[in-house]
């Protein structure tokens, strides 16, 4: 079977900087990350070289502020770095939005005196963050937690269980959401925790069925005390500053999304062209052709959306509708087309020998993350018709 290599995507990007960037990242997911993906998912192995040589690179902070070690990016052109990234592998995508997310509350929320101690290292340093705020009782009621953050003199004593914590026990810092307060919304407050501070610790990996290389743990809080100087925002302040890091990071999820779909698009193009029955290339049967041509046009339909919030979002102006509506069609989409994927490659699509087959199990999980998609139609709903009756 003839191989086909596909071709990059036309990306409209706003600068020369922008274009060398990209071509930067493609770069290094040809070399670095994409040849080991398969074997390495299949393995469980998480990349934390790759990590290392995106932060040398600079690509662990592009949306911050370069005074702290970012990027100066737009939004838009770290979400097109973000889809590459996870064409080539989700486990490096997802980390890097999830680091990003990991970032958001002290970069947005941070005193100065706390931005020049810890983003520097955050964004460029070669560390890896984590985004606490699920638990096990309390995954999309998010002001349903009940980790607990306690005055003790000048510290304070977090003590309880998150769950569903991507990067969970490799992290070198935690973004963590606890109840300082009273019931309800008003009552969280939010901390930076080392990963090495004592009382800290991780549970077993959850085994799962994609995203196999991307550990995803339970982390558990025992009295483990933190210094006022790493509350971040003020006490109160926490759900707020929880859900306007979700905003972007749903966006983040988009794109990713996306760029697996993408990978699973060409991987179907290719096979439909080089694959012949009956004395025809596949690609050739009517029934056939229009699968590859709804997929490519969710893709783009999808790409389209979450630019667009994107923009809105470097605009300064509101876009929290418009990133709920990004990651719940783009995640679907992708589902759809891995799912499209896997048919047109039929049998072998259904085996390891092809990637197709883990695009799809990856793909679910978009679905789930950061706001399941029910959660993305009530954002949405919300928006459109205000909040629902008591």
């Given at each position: 079977?003839?191989?086909?290599?596909?071709?990059?995507?036309?990306?409209q990007?706003?600068?020369?900087?922008?274009?060398?960037?990209?071509?930067?990242?493609?770069?290094?997911?040809?070399?670095?990350?994409?040849?080991?993906?398969?074997?390495?998912?299949?393995?469980?192995?998480?990349?934390?070289?790759?990590?290392?040589?995106?932060?040398?690179?600079?690509?662990?902070?592009?949306?911050?502020?370069?005074?702290?070690?970012?990027?100066?990016?737009?939004y838009?052109?770290?979400?097109?770095?973000?889809?590459?990234?996870?064409?080539?592998?989700?486990?490096?995508?997802?980390?890097?939005?999830?680091?990003?997310?990991?970032?958001?509350?002290?970069?947005?929320?941070?005193?100065?005196?706390?931005?020049?101690e810890?983003?520097?290292?955050?964004?460029?340093?070669?560390?890896?963050?984590?985004?606490?705020?699920?638990?096990?009782?309390?995954?999309?009621?998010?002001?349903?937690?009940?980790?607990?953050?306690?005055?003790?003199?000048?510290?304070?004593?977090?003590?309880?269980?998150?769950?569903?914590i991507?990067?969970?026990?490799?992290?070198?810092?935690?973004?963590?959401?606890a109840?300082?307060?009273?019931?309800?919304?008003?009552?969280?407050?939010?901390?930076?925790?080392?990963?090495?501070?004592?009382?800290?610790?991780?549970?077993?990996?959850?085994?799962?069925?994609?995203l196999?290389?991307?550990?995803?743990?339970?982390?558990?809080?025992?009295?483990?005390?933190?210094?006022?100087?790493?509350?971040?925002?003020?006490?109160?302040?926490?759900?707020?500053?929880?859900?306007?890091?979700?905003d972007?990071?749903?966006?983040?999820?988009?794109?990713?999304?996306?760029?697996?779909?993408?990978?699973?698009?060409?991987e179907?193009?290719?096979?439909?062209?080089?694959?012949?029955?009956?004395?025809?290339?596949?690609a050739?049967?009517?029934?056939?052709?229009?699968?590859?041509?709804?997929?490519?046009?969710?893709?783009?339909?999808?790409?389209?959306?979450?630019?667009?919030?994107?923009?809105?979002?470097?605009?300064?102006?509101?876009?929290?509708?418009?990133?709920?509506?990004?990651?719940?069609?783009?995640?679907?989409?992708?589902m759809?087309?891995?799912?499209?994927?896997?048919?047109?490659?039929?049998?072998?699509?259904?085996?390891?020998?092809?990637?197709?087959?883990?695009?799809?199990?990856?793909a679910?999980?978009?679905?789930?993350?950061?706001?399941?998609?029910?959660?993305?139609?009530?954002?949405?709903?919300?928006?459109?018709?205000?909040?629902?009756?008591?």
């Open positions: 079977m003839p191989d086909r290599a596909p071709q990059p995507v036309d990306r990007l706003p600068t020369d900087e922008a274009r060398d960037l990209i071509s930067l990242v493609r770069d290094i997911a040809q070399r670095e990350i994409a040849p080991k993906a398969a074997e390495e998912e299949d393995a469980g192995h998480f990349p934390r070289e790759v990590f290392t040589l995106l932060s040398e690179s600079g690509l662990l902070g592009l949306p911050y502020d370069s005074e702290y070690g970012g990027g100066d990016q737009p838009e052109v770290y979400l097109h770095v973000l889809e590459e990234l996870a064409a080539a592998r989700l486990t490096v995508g997802l980390g890097v939005s999830v680091h990003s997310l990991s970032c958001h509350a002290l970069a947005h929320y941070g005193t100065k005196e706390q931005q020049v810890h983003l520097p290292a955050m964004l460029g340093g070669g560390l890896l963050g984590a985004y606490c705020l699920s638990e096990p009782s309390s995954g999309s009621d998010a002001a349903g937690m009940r980790t607990k953050a306690v005055r003790d003199g000048d510290d304070w004593l977090l003590t309880g269980t998150k769950a569903w991507t990067h969970g026990g490799i992290a070198d810092f935690y973004a963590v959401f109840r300082s307060g009273g019931e309800g919304t008003r009552g969280i407050t939010a901390f930076l925790v080392p990963g090495d501070a004592e009382g800290l610790s991780a549970a077993v990996p959850e085994k799962k069925m994609g196999k290389g991307s550990p995803t743990a339970q982390i558990h809080l025992d009295g483990v005390r933190i210094s006022d100087d790493r509350r971040i925002g003020d006490e109160g302040q926490g759900f707020a500053i929880a859900l306007s890091a979700l972007s990071g749903r966006l983040g999820i988009a794109a990713c999304a996306i760029g697996v779909a993408q990978a699973a698009l060409d179907a193009v290719a096979y439909a062209t080089g694959r012949e029955q009956f004395g025809r290339r596949i050739d049967f009517q029934g056939l052709r229009f699968m590859l041509a709804d997929m490519a046009t969710q893709i783009e339909a999808g790409r389209a959306l979450y630019l667009a919030a994107a923009r809105l979002r470097d605009a300064g102006r509101p876009f929290s509708k418009q990133a709920a509506m990004a990651k719940l069609l783009c995640t679907d989409a992708a759809k087309v891995t799912t499209d994927a896997v048919q047109v490659l039929g049998g072998y699509g259904y085996t390891a020998d092809f990637p197709v087959e883990r695009y799809m199990r990856e679910k999980v978009l679905q789930i993350v950061e706001g399941t998609n029910q959660i993305q139609r009530m954002v949405i709903a919300r928006h459109l018709a205000g909040p629902e009756s008591r």
